[in-house]
């Protein structure tokens, strides 16, 4: 809807620029990028134990990787699925051994042995610095 400049020319045509439009685009890019940046920072489904203790300081480590473990048993490293957990180590961490850090986001309903193996393969590598990820209730 343009604005009427009470011209009796026809030929005359507005100089003012109309930006009504271009916020009613920014209004709807900026909901749309609300509305699917949360879906994008974890699109691996892991539903988190819950405790009552305080999240732990972000660490200093210059390499921090993570380890998904969803409920049927996949592994994912920094959101890539893995075969198993000895491809997981013997291709991934190797380059990642010096002053690396491990945060293991498992499913509540990840069978026990499962984190017992990775825990344990971890510990062969002496990778010492593992955190486990649960969320605060």
Do not use: C, W
């Amino acid at each position: 809807m343009a604005i009427n400049n009470f011209s009796d020319n026809e030929d005359d045509f507005m100089s003012e620029i109309n930006i009504t439009p271009m916020v009613d685009v920014m209004l709807v890019l900026m909901l749309i990028f609300l509305v699917t940046a949360p879906v994008l920072t974890n699109s691996i489904n892991v539903d988190l134990p819950k405790t009552n203790n305080s999240p732990a300081q972000d660490s200093k480590l210059p390499k921090m990787k993570k380890i998904f473990i969803n409920n049927k048993g996949d592994i994912y490293f920094d959101e890539n699925l893995q075969k198993n957990y000895k491809t997981l180590f013997s291709n991934v961490l190797k380059e990642y051994h010096d002053n690396i850090e491990i945060r293991i986001f498992a499913d509540r309903n990840t069978p026990y042995h499962i984190i017992a193996k990775i825990l344990g393969f971890l510990q062969k590598e002496n990778i010492t610095n593992i955190g486990l990820i649960t969320e605060i209730e």
